[in-house]
């Protein structure tokens, strides 16, 4: 395990940032979302500076989804990225 270099990644972000640590535990256990989200039509999705967020956030977490997803999920929750994330983080 201290070889894995995730976390190792992890235990330093601990060690730095011991704040992050209770932001993060919080952010995943305030409740799993579970929404029956369909997927949007492409005319329909108006968020489009907030789906670039959300993709680079996803990006830095090596977390790929198709585009007509995430823009499903953004409009389901009103452009807002955190329910958006915490969606995509519990149904991963």
Avoid at 58 to 68: A, G, P, V
């Amino acid at each position: 395990m201290c070889k894995d270099p995730a976390f190792l990644t992890l235990l330093r972000i601990c060690i730095e940032k011991p704040e992050y640590f209770n932001k993060v535990a919080n952010f995943i256990t305030n409740g799993n979302i579970s929404y029956k989200i369909k997927l949007i039509v492409e005319e329909d999705f108006t968020y489009y500076t907030e789906l670039e967020e959300l993709k680079l956030i996803l990006l830095n977490i090596n977390i790929c989804r198709y585009d007509l997803l995430l823009k499903s999920i953004l409009q389901y929750f009103e452009g807002n990225i955190n329910m958006s994330l915490r969606y995509i983080i519990s149904n991963t």
